[in-house]
């Protein structure tokens, strides 16, 4: 139930349940970060609304692409990323991937 006033949209007077219940969508994504064609990614934790490299709530680990083989190319700390899941944090499709593969590797050595 919105209508437009000249350019610009207006809300309804009914209530935003989201902000009436006080609880904000929290998702662990990548952040990037590096140089122009040698990406380096942050795993955070953040609020759904900010941007991709903006504000986040805590950096849990970090993914390097394009790291040499003698190099560590992948860091997460699992604990803290079990503690959000548990808060209830949805991960990102790629995070979930190097969750899996972070997995895979500590139970091969």
């Given at each position: 139930?919105?209508?437009?006033?000249?350019s610009a949209r207006v809300r309804s007077c009914l209530?935003?349940?989201?902000?009436?219940?006080?609880?904000?969508?929290?998702?662990?994504?990548?952040?990037?970060?590096?140089?122009?064609?040698?990406?380096?990614?942050?795993?955070?934790?953040?609020?759904?609304?900010?941007?991709?490299?903006?504000?986040?709530?805590?950096?849990?680990?970090?993914?390097n692409p394009v790291g040499k083989a003698s190099e560590?190319?992948?860091?997460?700390?699992?604990?803290?990323?079990?503690?959000?899941?548990?808060?209830?944090?949805?991960?990102?499709?790629?995070?979930?991937?190097?969750?899996?593969?972070?997995?895979?590797?500590?139970?091969?050595?």
């Amino acid at each position: 139930m919105r209508r437009l006033l000249g350019s610009a949209r207006v809300r309804s007077c009914l209530p935003d349940t989201e902000f009436l219940s006080g609880i904000a969508m929290v998702n662990i994504r990548l952040s990037r970060a590096g140089a122009k064609k040698k990406p380096f990614y942050h795993l955070v934790v953040t609020d759904s609304r900010n941007r991709r490299d903006g504000r986040y709530i805590e950096r849990v680990g970090f993914f390097n692409p394009v790291g040499k083989a003698s190099e560590d190319n992948l860091r997460i700390d699992v604990e803290r990323v079990d503690y959000w899941i548990g808060k209830g944090a949805q991960t990102s499709d790629r995070v979930k991937s190097l969750l899996k593969a972070h997995q895979k590797a500590a139970a091969a050595s």
